[in-house]
């Protein structure tokens, strides 16, 4: 494995009480593979990917226990100075929102050069070269007359290209993408999703991709972690999940995707509102929206349960999983 994750807790200590942000969070992913994280706003799956990268606002939030094994090594152990070695070089994030990621008063060139420059010693010239070349492997048309143009001449579409670029600039074995598309329409969507499959292929980079869009994986990703509540409530090879899912909240995901033979239909949301993470419910978290609950659920946590009826590495943490896989 590139990384393990291994029972990960995340506690926010506010003046309101404490947030259980991450309650015992556990995947991983292999070189080469993409692994996608999703979950409605609050789940915790950005807070995992933040802890994963180090990044993690502290205080208030706190690591309060687990791994994080990359390459090897406990990331948790390190210190900040070691920590910041591994970000950029070995792991890299591609955040949701470009225009605040990156520098306005800098030039894209000078951006994407900077990474060579600081970590590698280039001269300001050959970084120069080098920034064109990435934006030519991010497929940003004319690199060479553009490269000293400047963040908001660019489209949101583009932007996020030189993000993906700065990311892939030292060529980590891993990337983090937090929403990467969300901020663009569906169609830009669709191209910045596939160049990105296309570069995880040719670099053979790990890829975790957080999404709380279940439509935007089906193509990319090898596997899915359902988060809720800051827990992994369900765990499957993609195409097991889009066939029948084991887990009554992916269910939900799943028949809130629009589909296009649906047009004109009400499209189907899952009821309710995600817990707040100060007082989450006992029992099943998700059992005060699940259309499927009964007494044990409001008593009994679920464990993450071995989906024994299929013959990939699959998981569920809900009692009735089995009824949920065949309804
Ligand atoms: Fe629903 Fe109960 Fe399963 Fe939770 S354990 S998802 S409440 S059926
Ligand atoms: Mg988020």
Redesign the pocket.
């Given at each position: 494995m590139l990384l393990e994750v291994r029972d990960l807790h995340v506690e926010f200590h506010t003046r309101d009480g404490v947030a259980k942000a991450v309650n015992g969070v556990s995947y991983g992913v292999d070189e080469g593979e993409t692994l996608a994280v999703l979950g409605e706003s609050g789940s915790g799956k950005s807070v995992t990917a933040q802890a994963i990268m180090g990044i993690l606002d502290a205080p208030p939030g706190r690591i309060t226990g687990g791994e994080v094994v990359f390459q090897g090594r406990d990331l948790l152990g390190l210190k900040e100075e070691q920590r910041r070695k591994v970000r950029g070089a070995e792991m890299a994030m591609i955040f949701q929102d470009a225009l605040s990621s990156l520098n306005p008063v800098i030039s894209v060139g000078d951006q994407l050069g900077e990474m060579f420059v600081v970590h590698q010693g280039m001269s300001r010239k050959a970084a120069r070269a080098k920034a064109v070349e990435l934006m030519d492997r991010v497929r940003i048309p004319a690199a060479r007359e553009r490269v000293g143009q400047y963040p908001h001449q660019f489209s949101g579409g583009m932007r996020q290209r030189i993000m993906i670029a700065m990311a892939l600039a030292l060529e980590p074995a891993l990337i983090l993408a937090d929403e990467p598309t969300t901020a663009l329409d569906v169609t830009v969507q669709a191209q910045v999703m596939e160049l990105l499959a296309e570069l995880r292929r040719e670099y053979r980079m790990g890829l975790i991709l957080i999404t709380h869009d279940l439509g935007v994986v089906a193509d990319v990703a090898d596997r899915i972690a359902v988060m809720y509540a800051g827990r992994i409530v369900e765990s499957a090879p993609v195409h097991d999940i889009y066939k029948a899912p084991a887990?009554?909240?992916t269910r939900g995901l799943l028949d809130s995707i629009p589909r296009l033979d649906q047009k004109g239909g009400e499209l189907y949301a899952i009821k309710g509102l995600p817990p707040n993470l100060m007082s989450i419910p006992p029992g099943?978290a998700?059992?005060p929206r699940?259309p499927?609950?009964?007494d044990i659920?409001r008593t009994d946590e679920?464990p993450l349960y071995e989906v024994t009826e299929s013959d990939a590495d699959r998981g569920s943490a809900?009692?009735?999983w089995r009824e949920?896989l065949h309804g």
């Open positions: 887990h009554p909240y099943c998700f059992h699940c499927m609950a009964r659920c679920p809900c009692h009735f949920c």
